[in-house]
């Protein structure tokens, strides 16, 4: 059975009256460093009548800057691409190693302070036991997934590490956001990624289908592996499914679409049908 997948990604902004829109930051192109190759790449953006240039930012990541210079009324995103997801052992494979990017490990280190919460963690689950940093990062992560409950948010924004732990649950993008912030109490280097997860589902009659959502997990630095991912959803390493689109010293560099807007009602919408390519 051929690996190759299609994944079509669809996010429809619809406002209740003419808006002007400022500048909008598109974060939706797989990094140049994915581990799994993305064979071809499109990006579709309605109306028609728009300014677009792509740059790559400080941190390595494709970011398309899009203006209009008219009001619209409706602000559609349209991604196509095709990846090879045969499956590799994250451990073997080559990994990116600091000085591919423009942004320095120390930028990657910075740690505000945190609240007792954390503490009580970190001290409920001793980790550091030895001097292995995979070990400790494979436990802190796995840590993280018995104790915070996967919770699907929709509203904007990212909670606390502190908040994510008085709940104990917590979304994909809340739960990664904590392990960056506790690697980074250990003093090791860590990032967030946003990204797309491509993963096998089963139906209810037995079918065998693919589904592709956005996620986010967290990048460690390892000394001697260079940057490893880690999914706190699942409690394991990345994988073929997990394609990285940005990687930030916080969540709000990373968001897939940001940029000013007029003030209005909006409502939108997102799709993503991912299909096995047979050749």
Known sequence: MSSYVTLLHRTCYRYDRPVTMGPQTIRLRPMAGSRTPIESYDLHIKPEGFNLTWERDCCGNDVACVGFPSRLTHFDIEVSLVADMTAYDPLRQPLLIEGQDGVLLDDYLACPPLGPEIEE???????????????????????????????????????SPEETLRNAAGSCRDSAWLLVNLARKLGYAARFVSGYLIQSATTSNGEDVLTGDLHAWTQIFIPERGWLGFDTTSGRLTGEGHIPLAVAANPESAAPVSGLLDRCEATFNVSMQVERLFT
């Not at 980790?127 to 990062?137: P, R, S």
């Not at 494979?138 to 948010?153: C, E, H, P, V």
């Open 121 to 159: 963690f970190l001290a409920s689950h001793p980790i550091c036991a030895t001097d292995d940093a995979l070990k400790n990062m494979l436990a802190l992560n796995g840590a993280i997934a018995k104790t915070i409950s996967y919770q699907r948010r929709m509203e904007p924004g990212v909670w």
